[in-house]
C-alpha cells in the first residue's frame, strides 16, 4: 500500500517561510494529481492545495493563495509545499495525498486514496 511520509515541518515566527517535503512509498502514485491537506488543533481535515499530474495545473484553498506554492518531481516521487508569509492561523499538521484524478477541477480533495502519512508539525507564533 503505498505510504505518503511528510517532513520539514517546524515551529517558527509569522512573516517566516517553510518548505515541506512528501516522498510516497511503496507503490508508485501512477499519473495521479497530488495534494496538501492539514488539520488544525481542534478542527477537521482540509485539502489545501493540489498539482495536477503531467502539465502540472495547481489549485488552492482561498487561505493560503498566494502564499504556498505546491510542486511536484515524479522523477523522485516527491511533492512539496513552499509556505511563505506563514501566519498563526497556518499551525496544523500537514499531510500528503494522492488524488485519484488527473487534474484538480472541483471537489478534488474528495478523491483522496491511500493511508494517511504520520503528517508533519507546522507551529507558526504571532
Known amino acids: 500500500q503505498m505510504q505518503p511520509v511528510e517532513s520539514g515541518g517546524a515551529s517558527v515566527q509569522a512573516g517566516e517561510s517553510l518548505r515541506l517535503s512528501c516522498t510516497f512509498s511503496?507503490?508508485?502514485?501512477?499519473?495521479?494529481?497530488r495534494a496538501w491537506f492539514r488539520q488544525a488543533p481542534g478542527k477537521g481535515r482540509e485539502g489545501i492545495s493540489c498539482i495536477s499530474f503531467s502539465v502540472g495545473k495547481t489549485a488552492y484553498q482561498d487561505s493560503v493563495k498566494g502564499r504556498f506554492t505546491i510542486s511536484r518531481d515524479d522523477d523522485k516521487n516527491m511533492v512539496y509545499l513552499e509556505m511563505n508569509s506563514l501566519k498563526p492561523e497556518d499551525t496544523a499538521i500537514y499531510y500528503c495525498?494522492?488524488?485519484?484524478?488527473?487534474?484538480?477541477?472541483?471537489?478534488?480533495?474528495?478523491?483522496?486514496?491511500?493511508?494517511w502519512g504520520p503528517g508533519t508539525q507546522v507551529t507558526v507564533s504571532s
Open positions: 511503496g507503490v508508485n502514485g501512477g499519473d495521479f494529481a
Open positions: 495525498a494522492v488524488i485519484t484524478r488527473i487534474d484538480c477541477s472541483g471537489s478534488w480533495w474528495d478523491f483522496r486514496v491511500g493511508a
